[in-house]
Every structure is written in structure tokens, then in C-alpha cells.
């Protein structure tokens, strides 16, 4: 029971913080339907007859995703152990 209250309350905590961040949208050019990406994505995913172009999307886009939150805690990482004395030890 305590530790169902605690996790609840790491929960919402991080649900406060994730509501903190600001949202955007995405660039015109990312999400315009007659740009390169576009084009490129239309003709990978029409070879999914052969091959699962959109697991294969889906697992770069997670892999990719991984490496960016990685750094980011690196890079927190490393504030932090300048922010305590630690002279940077952490890199």
C-alpha cells in the first residue's frame, strides 16, 4: 500500500513535469506532403510487399528516440556533476 502511494506519487510528479514543456508543431517542410521526406517514405513503404517498411520505420524511429533521450541524460548528467563540485566526472 505505501509503495502503490508512492508510485502514484512519482506519477503524477512526472506528469506535472512532462505538462510543463512546451509543445510545437512540427516544421512546414517535415510535414508537407509534396517534400522529400514525404516522397521518400512513399516509395520505402511501397515495398512493403517484400519487406516491413513499417516496422522497420517504427524500429529506427524508437532506436533514434533511445539515442536522443540517452544524451540528453548524459548531458544532465554532466550539468549536474559540474553543479555539485564534482568537476565533471560523469562524461
Known amino acids: 500500500m505505501i509503495v502503490e502511494w508512492f508510485l502514484g506519487l512519482l506519477v503524477s510528479l512526472l ?5 510543463a514543456l512546451p ?3 512540427p516544421p512546414g517542410w517535415f510535414t508537407n506532403a509534396n517534400s522529400g521526406f514525404a516522397s521518400v517514405f512513399g516509395v520505402a513503404n511501397s515495398m ?3 519487406l516491413p517498411v513499417g516496422l522497420g520505420f517504427t524500429v529506427l524511429a ?3 528516440t533511445c539515442l536522443v533521450i540517452g544524451f540528453g541524460i548524459k548531458v544532465t548528467r554532466i550539468a549536474a556533476s559540474f553543479l555539485t ?7
Open 15 to 19: 506528469e506535472t513535469m512532462v505538462s
Open 48 to 50: 512493403g510487399v517484400w
Open 62 to 64: 524508437a532506436v533514434l
Open 85 to 91: 563540485a564534482g568537476g565533471g566526472s560523469a562524461g
Open 23 to 25: 509543445s510545437f508543431d
